[in-house]
């Protein structure tokens, strides 16, 4: 962030302040001892005024603008450095660390004319503070509007659903554009993020239940695809019994077994299967065997 000197003045500045303030008592206890005159003292307090303001400190992450009589001077910092009062003054602090603008499109048009709200922050820093301080008055606004101003391009530029589906080559192609429009600024946008795509209720709702309908479609492909394949698996098993009929009897065995094993199960049978099969003569002898069962048989 570009800090204003003047919210960064020479009374803020601890180390400015303690000089002025050490001069300051030095001057009056000299006078209150009568080493000096009133015009000493006076000379003394001016002097310490213009030395404490020569005095200021920017941060490890920041270089001062310093103007000499209206004109750019260079830069200063960090840490401690010293102006010519009156003559020279430091304009503005800038700050080069890496920072996050928050920037949005409201009810924006997308090219299959669908409104939608977009949310998106843009990561930028300063890499050449003459060119920030120079060429722009507020670096920062600029860059949000610009931004705001690319995102609605952007988005005018794409049908909703690539801009649902391709939110990083988006992101992407809008860091590109505003890196080339802040570039002459001496400010790089590193990154571009989009946060969330709002669309209208009702259309959520449609695209929702287009999804469901899709997977329905694709679940019943399934199943008629399964059904096939076992029609198929039958269609082999029958060439293997027509010329079997052990085989075809031992299965019909196998499958009266299975709905009779329960107590109380009745199976229901084709009755063209009583003859193809043998089942009525193989479902008699179970018949018997189940009820000449003993007590004591039916207990272990």
Request: some cysteine; aromatic content about 6%.
């Amino acid at each position: 962030m570009t800090t204003n000197a003047v919210n960064r003045g020479w009374l803020k500045n601890p180390v400015s302040l303690s000089v002025l303030l050490i001069l300051i008592t030095v001057s009056v206890v000299l006078y209150i001892l009568q080493i000096t005159t009133i015009q000493v003292l006076a000379l003394s307090l001016l002097f310490s005024g213009l030395l404490s303001s020569a005095i200021r400190i920017a941060d490890q992450w920041e270089r001062a603008v310093v103007l000499r009589m209206g004109k750019y001077k260079g830069l200063k910092g960090p840490g401690l450095f010293m102006i010519i009062p009156i003559i020279d003054r430091v304009s503005a602090y800038v700050d080069q660390r890496v920072r996050v603008s928050a920037f949005k499109a409201e009810q924006t048009l997308t090219k299959d004319t669908v409104p939608v709200n977009v949310d998106a922050v843009v990561y930028w820093t300063v890499w050449d503070v003459e060119k920030a301080a120079l060429e722009v008055q507020k670096y920062q606004v600029a860059i949000e509007h610009i931004a705001q101003t690319g995102l609605r391009d952007t988005i005018g530029k794409h049908e909703l659903s690539a801009l649902l589906q391709e939110r990083d080559k988006i992101a992407e192609d809008l860091q590109q554009v505003l890196d080339k429009n802040t570039n002459p600024w001496g400010i790089t946008c590193q990154t571009v993020g989009i946060n969330d795509i709002a669309i209208p209720k009702d259309l959520a709702d449609a695209m929702s239940k287009e999804a469901q309908a899709e997977r329905e479609r694709r679940a019943r492909v399934i199943l008629g695809t399964a059904e096939t394949e076992i029609a198929e698996k039958f269609e082999q098993a029958s060439k293997k019994y027509t010329d079997n009929p052990v085989a075809l009897h031992l299965r019909g065995m196998n499958m009266l077994f299975e709905g009779l094993k329960e107590k109380g199960s009745m199976v229901i049978v084709p009755s063209s299967a009583l003859d193809s099969m043998n089942l009525g003569a193989i479902g008699g002898l179970v018949s018997l065997a189940k009820n000449s069962e003993t007590p004591a048989d039916k207990s272990v």
